[in-house]
């Protein structure tokens, strides 16, 4: 709101307390009043919605989104490719959507012909991201490709083999005679290195 409601009353009201206490108040509820205009009018776009206004939409399309993983951003853009997948899909079209999605170059669609495959290299982390692009891709691909995962992590994994040998001496026999407490169950002899 641009200029206080006090602004709007005759001159004579400004000096009286009571009116200017309730010109304030006028003033915080008008403020309220556009701020809701202006929410309701960004609710009307997905990029620029809020939670409530998202929550139904998601509602609306089926989604069960997890707010704990999930990002408001990752779920407005998630909203944009429900709504964006309409026939007819082409290869091209799946790769702009993945783009879209998981972002430029990080996935990448091909197809076997001769064998009705259907190739995607991804390398994506976010488990939700990953949920994503697999309704994406269960949405356009036709039902005579078949669907073949490909992942694509830059990080390796190294694998150590050590082997030792140790002996295990135990302490009580099940034979009734021994007091629980007494002693540990085992004695654990010194570790010795095979290999």
């Known amino acids: 709101m641009t200029n206080p409601i006090l602004d709007y009353l005759p001159s004579f009201y400004r000096d009286i307390r009571e009116f200017i206490d309730l010109a304030e108040t006028e003033d915080e509820e008008l403020q309220l009043a556009d701020d809701a205009i202006g929410q309701l009018f960004n609710d009307q776009f997905v990029m620029t919605s809020g939670l409530d206004a998202i929550k139904r939409r998601e509602r609306m399309l089926g989604i069960q989104a997890d707010p704990t993983t999930e990002t408001l951003d990752f779920r407005r853009r998630r909203i944009i490719n429900r709504y964006s997948t309409k026939p007819p899909f082409t290869i091209r079209y799946l790769q702009e959507q993945l783009d879209r999605l998981v972002g430029p170059g990080m996935t990448i669609v091909s197809v076997d012909v001769q ?44 694998i150590e083999e050590h082997i030792s040998r140790q002996t295990i001496e135990w302490n009580y026999k099940l034979n009734g005679t021994w007091q629980l407490g007494e002693k540990p169950f085992v004695t654990l002899g010194t570790e010795v290195p095979i290999k």
């Open 115 to 158: 064998n009705f495959v259907l190739y995607v290299t991804a390398s994506i982390e976010n488990a939700s991201v990953f949920r994503e692009v697999q309704y994406t891709i269960q949405t356009v691909k036709p039902a005579n490709l078949v669907y073949q995962q490909k992942t694509a992590i830059d990080n390796t994994i190294a």
